[in-house]
């Protein structure tokens, strides 16, 4: 009768990978980890990078002027149409800068006298006014305005970041350049405001509804009288895409780990000894009969920092034995990326877990020799907490031996 002899190769624990080091490390150690803030609600975010969360906007509809016999007009006859143009970027969930243009034209009333032209923008009579005392003319004139703005989400501010908010209501101010092209051509300082509000409708689109005002001195529009400014109102509707990396990083709280390498190192002694006895039973048993030997190895997991999907020395050390442990058998095993679901967008997190579930097939095959049909890849993305109801521990890559 044969026995069956099942050999069990362990991959270490995930404290012995941190004394695989040629001189172990002695004595007590105090590491500083990450832990997720379950009860901020979103107020706080880790600031990304320059290059993040930029934007492009455009949009089109009216605007109405008030220039210096605007009384006059009716409102209909003040109407034209409006142009918007802008780039910007977000550095915060609540607070961000743009480059904008508004323009095309500008129409009202102006007063000339009989038989001259004061540089006024006439475009043709008005009917009734065109005698003592009025002469009144209709007024057109085309207009760029370029300005810089600073906006402030309030609905990410008071309310907290929440990348799937359907609605934002967005203030802004700013000051910029307001110059007319038409003859006699003019350059006046502008300020700027209004409301931009922002409907999400995909994760790089939104649908605006912008309400925006422009302040200048009353020679913008050629007509020099006693209102001292000139302005225009107006509102437009269009679409804001947001290119490249979206969306913010919720931040960890720090927390303090004390490491006792001396008992690291006494566990690791330990393994090195039960390895050295493991040999010896093998030796006793194959003398006694035939043996059939099947040689598994068991699971290994290694865990990641928020957002990254780099492969600590730490837990290179710990693959290092899983991989040895795996070329000693004939199994295929399957490494499996996960995220943590409360981080993150589920389009991310689903990449985010594929990324380390390839980082660790990479280190397995190309570092330590681990033959590829041995491995296989797979992902989750964001899972709930999976150990002990901590979302660090969800963070991770885990490799098991098919069944």
């Not at 509804?209 to 007509?223: C, K, V």
């Not at 397995?364 to 907490?385: N, R, W």
Request: hydrophobic residues 40%; aromatic residues 12%.
């Amino acid at each position: 009768m044969k026995k069956f002899v099942i050999l069990a190769i362990g991959a270490l624990a995930a404290t012995a990978s941190a004394v695989a080091q040629e001189t172990p490390a002695t004595g007590m150690e105090t590491v500083e980890e990450q832990s997720f803030p379950l009860f901020d609600g979103g107020k706080r975010v880790i600031t990304n990078t320059f290059w993040h969360n930029w934007f492009i906007q455009a949009g089109a509809g009216a605007q109405i002027g008030f220039t210096e016999h605007d009384r006059q007009a009716d409102f209909g006859d003040r109407i034209s149409p409006s142009l918007q143009i802008a780039i910007g970027k977000w550095f915060t969930p609540g607070i961000g800068v743009r480059l904008a243009y508004n323009g095309l034209s500008v129409k009202g009333i102006t007063q000339n006298w009989p038989n001259e032209q004061n540089g006024t923008h006439i475009s043709g009579p008005w009917p009734g006014h065109d005698g003592w005392p009025f002469y009144l003319y209709k007024q057109k004139f085309n207009y760029m305005n370029f300005h810089f703005d600073v906006m402030f989400n309030l609905c990410q501010m008071i309310g907290g970041y929440n990348p799937e908010r359907l609605y934002s209501c967005i203030p802004y101010a700013g000051i910029g350049i307001a110059h007319v092209t038409g003859t006699p051509k003019n350059t006046e300082i502008a300020f700027n405001a209004g409301i931009s509000n922002a409907f999400r409708v995909a994760k790089h689109w939104d649908i605006n509804l912008d309400i925006n005002a422009m302040l200048t001195d009353e020679r913008f529009s050629g007509e020099d009288g006693h209102r001292h400014f000139d302005a225009l109102l107006g509102v437009t509707v269009g679409a804001t895409y947001k290119f490249g990396q979206t969306g913010w990083t919720l931040p960890y709280s720090s927390t303090r780990t004390v490491i006792d390498n001396d008992a690291i190192n006494a566990a690791r002694a330990e393994n090195e000894r039960l390895k050295a006895e493991n040999a010896r039973l093998l030796a006793e048993a194959q003398k006694k009969g035939d043996i059939v030997e099947q040689l598994i190895a068991s699971g290994n997991i290694i865990f990641f920092t928020i957002d990254t999907w780099e492969i600590t020395d730490k837990s290179r050390a710990n693959l290092s034995f899983l991989a040895n442990a795996i070329k000693e058998t004939n199994g295929v095993y399957t490494v499996t990326g996960y995220a943590d679901k409360g981080t993150g967008t589920p389009e991310w997190n689903q990449e985010l877990s594929k990324k380390r579930a390839e980082a660790a097939y990479k280190c397995l095959t190309e570092e330590f020799g681990v033959p590829a049909s041995q491995l296989k890849i797979d992902y989750k993305g964001g899972v709930d907490d999976m150990f002990y109801n901590d979302p660090r521990c969800s963070r991770c890559v885990i490799v098991l031996p098919e069944k």
